[in-house]
């Protein structure tokens, strides 16, 4: 059985990355595991409410960014972290060289009523930039891995460092990750597409327009029918479409026209968009390729469009 460690050093990941890589997923198992016993481990619902032992509840994204800044602080190769539970950059160990930064619980909303979240997570190197906040503002090429953790029927890391993309599955009886998936492609065309439709009205002329052509089926300029998508958990949207290909969109909307959208760049939408390059799909912003976004400040937010490439193209090419 070949096990994520020998997988990564066939990748020629070094010892340090490694272990920054098995400690985000060690607390991953232990947020899956939260996550399996539900309300039994007392972690639904809102922060300050008291368990039955008098204990202060925490919701469970907030536990599990603890989880993941603990495991990550105890590094000796952690340079710094950025969460988005964590309002500034929060510093690791000093001879550390990498940075990471992840969502501790994408898809939040879904905890209560029993449906698919993720952790996603991204990681550099640092620049050596004595100011950590701008160290953390590199744009997504300088990624050196990145991956997610789908906590839905079964518990799925999927995992690239540059050399493809793995899936691999919780094993709960050994507590570790198995593979199941070394070659993960995703179809260059589709009959998928996720978007939050009840924005509908407040999109931007191309996107409403594009959507409408969708919509159009098999009597549109697309000339095909579509089915449409959406679990409100980025995670879980991608991960579909890394299975059987599909287009997600999250665009800008005029709702608060002074954000450029909802997605965050560095540490949903780039990750993502490692993931689904080296999958053979495509992640755009609405006017340039994600992984080049120069990035200003560690939450900005950007438009995302992303999955199989032909459907990726053809979305951005409405102006
Ligand atoms: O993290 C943001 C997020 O929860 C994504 O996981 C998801 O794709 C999106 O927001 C859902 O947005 P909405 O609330 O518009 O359905
Ligand atoms: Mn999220």
């Not at 969502?103 to 996603?120: A, C, E, F, K, Q």
């Not at 090429?141 to 899936?167: D, E, F």
């Not at 409100?232 to 954000?259: N, Q």
Request: aromatic share 8%; charged share 25%; glycine share 8%.
């Amino acid at each position: 059985m070949t096990t994520l460690n020998d997988s990564l050093k066939q990748q020629e990941c070094d010892i340090s990355l490694i272990d920054v890589i098995q400690r985000i997923l060690s607390a991953s198992k232990d947020i899956s595991f939260r996550l399996q016993q539900g309300a039994l481990a007392g972690i639904l619902g809102a922060t300050e409410e008291e368990n039955v032992q008098g204990e202060t509840q925490k919701k469970l994204d907030v536990i599990s960014n603890d989880l993941l800044k603990d495991a990550l602080k105890a590094s000796p190769y952690v340079y710094g972290i950025a969460s988005e539970e964590e309002d500034f950059a929060v510093p690791g160990n000093d001879g550390g060289e990498y940075l990471v930064t992840y969502d501790p619980l994408d898809g939040s909303s879904n905890i209560d009523i029993n449906v698919s979240v993720g952790t996603i997570f991204s990681i550099m190197k640092t620049t050596g930039n004595s100011d950590l906040a701008q160290d953390f503002l590199q744009a997504g090429t300088n990624q050196v891995a990145a991956g997610y953790v789908l906590y839905g029927p079964s518990t799925i890391l999927v995992i690239t460092t540059g050399k493809g993309v793995s899936m691999w599955t919780l094993d709960n009886r050994i507590g570790e990750f198995v593979l199941t998936n070394d070659k993960v492609q995703i179809p260059a065309q589709t009959k998928e597409f996720a978007i939050n439709m009840s924005n509908q009205r407040f999109w931007a002329e191309p996107v409403q327009a594009y959507v409408a052509d969708l919509l159009a089926g098999e009597e549109g300029p697309i000339g095909k029918r579509f089915n449409m998508r959406w679990v409100a958990a980025m995670v879980a949207e991608v991960h579909r479409i890394l299975t059987r290909g599909g287009i997600f969109m999250y665009p800008w909307d005029g709702r608060e026209p002074s954000k450029p959208g909802k997605l965050r760049l560095m540490y949903e939408a780039n990750p993502m968009a490692m993931l689904v390059e080296q999958a053979g799909g495509l992640c755009r912003t609405d006017s340039e390729r994600m992984l080049e976004v120069a990035p200003t400040e560690i939450h900005q937010r950007v438009p995302v469009f992303l999955g199989s490439k032909e459907e990726v193209e053809r979305a951005v090419s409405y102006k």
